[in-house]
């Protein structure tokens, strides 16, 4: 059974300073991974898409890794802002559709 | 977790007919739910979201009336794709989330409807 977990669940940071978000899973077969980010009562922002074929995916000051071999994925954020501030959800898609996602990352970004 | 359902999980229809996806919390009263959709190779879209007693508040690109999302209850929503065509067909994935110190604003995701309008 595929899980998903996500270190740390909880990051303070002060703004300015690049970080990196960590989320691992259990199976290796996998057909994607996607990086999200929620904000208090919105639904997921889309951020980042790689497809299992792919090793990374950038988006302005945002780069996620994705190593399948070791169940691996990392979400850089270069430079952060205080509007960088939410939480930050990994999830998998199996072939058969099945989506799991991580519990979460909540992102604080000190001004 | 709490757990949610969604039926059905597959669906093949027509061009022109309407389909009806259900959403249930099974575990828990909700007060906020939310509609993704995922096209191929695309990653999940947020569609729509409602909240308890309100109308749901669409997306930028989502037709409302092409959508119809019908929050009954706390723990039963409905999106009821109408006269779908064949561009509609996608994977529709709903969630239940409430705000509790607990559970901090934690969403919880049914398993997904594939549709495929022929």
């Known amino acids: 059974k595929q899980e998903v977990t996500q270190i740390p669940a909880a990051l303070s940071v002060p703004e300015g300073e690049n970080l990196v978000l960590n989320c691992s899973f259990t199976d290796s077969a996998i057909y994607n991974l996607q990086w999200f980010r929620q904000d208090p009562g919105k639904g997921l922002t889309s951020l980042l898409l790689?497809?299992?074929?792919?090793r990374e995916q950038t988006s302005g000051r945002l780069n996620a890794s994705l190593d399948k071999s070791s169940g691996r994925s990392t979400l850089y954020i270069a430079a952060s802002q205080p509007g960088d501030s939410a939480t930050y959800l990994c999830?998998?898609?199996?072939?058969?559709?099945?989506?799991?996602f991580g519990k979460g990352t909540r992102l604080h970004i000190l001004p | 977790g709490a757990v949610v359902s969604q039926h059905p999980s597959r669906v093949i229809c027509k061009s022109g007919t309407s389909v009806k996806i259900e959403c249930r919390s099974l575990?828990?009263?909700?007060?906020?739910m939310f509609w993704y959709r995922q096209f191929p190779k695309q990653s999940l879209m947020l569609m729509a979201t409602s909240n308890e007693g309100s109308k749901a508040t669409y997306e930028q690109g989502v037709e409302k009336d092409k959508f119809l999302i019908n929050h009954a209850s706390l723990t039963l929503s409905t999106l009821t794709v109408t006269s779908a065509h064949p561009e509609d067909s996608s994977f529709y994935i709903c969630s239940y989330a409430y705000n509790r110190a607990s559970f901090y604003n934690e969403q919880f995701f049914g398993p997904g409807t594939r549709l495929t309008v022929l």
């Open positions: 575990d828990f009263q909700a007060t906020t």
């Open positions: 999830a998998v898609q199996e072939r058969d559709d099945k989506i799991i």
């Open positions: 790689i497809q299992s074929s792919q």
